[in-house]
């Protein structure tokens, strides 16, 4: 179970809740906004959530985009990619008990100048505490090969899987690592059975579009730049000038039905179990669903039926 982070309720708070009512099931932040916060205040909570689940917790970091960071926080979207690198740095050191001493290209403790000291955390340190990456341009995704436990993927398409597997193989061979030594853990979007693909499709659209015209500035859109270099340059420019524009409507509608199945797990039984080998095929390890439905038992029945699918495969 992974919770979000953009600029309305916070990661962190809900997995606490979850944490306190839940006994078995992983829980992560999915992803926790580097920048917004110091290193050592996400070390704190990564420890506290860790503890509080008795180790079930997966630290799940994203830099997210300037308009969030800029506009939503008032904080410079600055070296977004050496940030993440230094803050996974620091929470490790942090999280292990050492004494907090690091100077970086971004983040410098103690502060100097200042009257602060080398601090050991107080809390009870637990080394290990699994970091997961949320990264889509190929520098970030170097990056994350060669630091992360994990990767969590958007933008994702087995199809096209090289667009960035082949960086985050770069980065962890950098490390001396292979790249499956990296949990591989995508978004395959919404999932919903049924044989009525034009009642299926459209749906799915509008948040295409919003991804490929709203996430971002015109300038900084990291998801609309890995479906171009996914091969969806055309689409990714007119989608984003038109919502832009204002015209939210021919946005979604220029969304090919092909992007949208190849985003999500929609159709029949037999159309879902074959995307599922799809993304094994690719090497991911992982996937994240949001099974579709208008109850709670029919999301449920959803998910129960991707089960029993995935351990056909």
């Known amino acids: 179970m992974w919770t979000p982070e953009a600029w309305g309720h916070d990661a962190v708070a809900p997995l606490a809740f979850l944490a306190a009512r839940t006994s078995r099931i992983g ?47 008032g904080v410079r979207f600055d070296r977004p990619v050496r940030r993440l690198r230094e803050t996974v740095e620091i929470v490790r050191r942090a ?6 001493s690091y100077k970086g290209e971004v983040y410098e403790l103690p502060l100097p100048g200042g009257e602060g000291k080398a601090l050991r955390v107080a809390a009870k340190p637990r080394a290990g505490i699994p970091i997961y990456l949320a990264t889509l341009s190929p520098r970030s995704l ?11 993927g958007t933008s994702f398409m087995p ?3 090289h667009v960035f597997l082949d960086d985050l193989a770069t980065g962890a061979k950098r490390a001396g690592r292979a790249l499956d030594a990296l949990d591989l853990h995508v978004s395959a979007g919404v ?14 659209k509008p948040g ?11 300038r900084h859109n990291f998801y609309n730049d890995a479906y171009r270099r996914a091969g969806y340059a055309e689409v990714a420019t007119d989608v984003q000038r038109l919502w832009l524009e204002g015209r939210r409507d021919d946005a979604a509608a220029r969304v090919p039905d092909e992007l949208v199945l190849k985003t999500n797990l929609l159709g029949t039984t037999a159309m879902v179990r074959e995307r599922l080998a799809l993304y094994r095929r690719a090497g991911i390890t992982t996937i994240r669903v949001e099974p579709a439905g208008d109850t709670l038992d029919a999301r449920l029945a959803n998910l129960g039926r991707l089960l029993e699918l995935a351990r056909t495969i």
């Open 95 to 100: 999280a292990a008990g050492e004494r907090l």
């Open 27 to 73: 829980l992560g932040t999915g992803i926790m906004q580097a920048g917004t916060r110091t290193p050592a205040l996400i070390a704190m909570t990564a420890l506290s959530l860790a503890s509080m689940s008795n180790g079930r917790f997966r630290l799940g970091l994203g830099v997210s985009g300037p308009q969030v960071i800029e506009g939503w926080h």
């Open 208 to 218: 295409l579009a919003f991804s490929l015209g709203a996430m971002g500035s015109r």
């Open 159 to 161: 199809e096209h899987a």
């Open 191 to 204: 999932l919903a059975f049924g044989d009525d693909l034009e009642k299926l499709i459209p749906p799915r």
């Open 142 to 152: 170097e990056m994350t090969g060669e630091v992360a436990d994990g990767w969590l």
